[in-house]
């Protein structure tokens, strides 16, 4: 079965804190993805990464960088976290083809205080 | 600038009648259309998707309907149930990246 897994449901930091979301798919998947919901907005792309070690920037991606270093693992970074950073976090992954059907993980709620 | 467009964000429908889900697109590159479910404190999961080849999907209670020349489409539910109230979010793809195109969702409310 499927599975992508978010390290936490729910985060509370303070701004200017560094924070690490981290994603975790056990699929063998070649392409991962970070998009944060907020209501009134749908989901909207941070970063994905198609292959170890390559990224490329979605449609928001300032103030966030990423990381991946493993095929299964894709890690969203906050810099430094500012309230407006406050949102619902959703990873997801999908194969080579077709890429575009993505799995997603349950997200991480962070509230950046 | 939203290349996906849900301009209903809220649905009421009765159990057991039909459920119909509209959404619009800009990118006339879109070749591959994709509608997802998301119930509260849960990731989205796969619903159905359409190639631009097509103009129509069905899988069981599902169909997703594309009019390329209007660049609508559509995903109608029958009959609906309780069960499927959730946000309904409608995605686009094109061959040439990867990453989907999300619209802002509609959310339905399926009442007994």
């Known amino acids: 079965d499927v599975k992508v897994t978010q390290s936490s449901r729910y985060l509370v930091k303070r701004t200017g804190e560094k924070v690490f979301l981290e994603c975790v798919q056990d699929?063998?998947?070649?392409?991962m993805f970070w998009y944060r919901q907020d209501p009134g907005l749908g989901l909207r792309l941070i970063y994905f990464?198609?292959?170890?070690?390559?990224?490329e920037k979605g449609d928001i991606p300032e103030g966030y960088s990423v990381s991946r270093e493993k095929k299964e693992r894709f890690s969203l970074i906050l810099e430094s976290a500012s309230t407006n950073q406050t949102s619902m976090y959703l990873c997801a992954s999908s194969p080579l083809r077709p890429y575009n059907e993505q799995f997603f993980g349950p997200g991480t709620r962070l509230t950046v205080l | 600038d939203q290349q996906v467009k849900q301009n209903s964000p809220s649905l009421s429908v009765q159990e057991g009648r039909i459920s119909i889900l509209n959404c619009d697109y800009t990118n006339s590159m879109f070749d591959y259309f994709l509608w997802y479910k998301k119930y509260p404190a849960e990731g989205p999961t796969f619903l159905i998707s359409i190639s631009s080849i097509k103009d129509k999907n069905e899988d069981g209670r599902f169909t997703v309907f594309l009019n390329k020349s209007a660049k609508h489409l559509s995903l109608h539910i029958v009959p609906s149930q309780p069960g499927d109230s959730a946000v309904y979010f409608c995605a686009a793809s094109e061959t040439i990246r990867r990453a989907l195109n999300f619209g802002k969702g509609t959310s339905l409310l399926v009442t007994p």
């Open positions: 699929m063998d998947h070649e392409n």
């Open positions: 990464s198609y292959d170890v070690k390559m990224k």
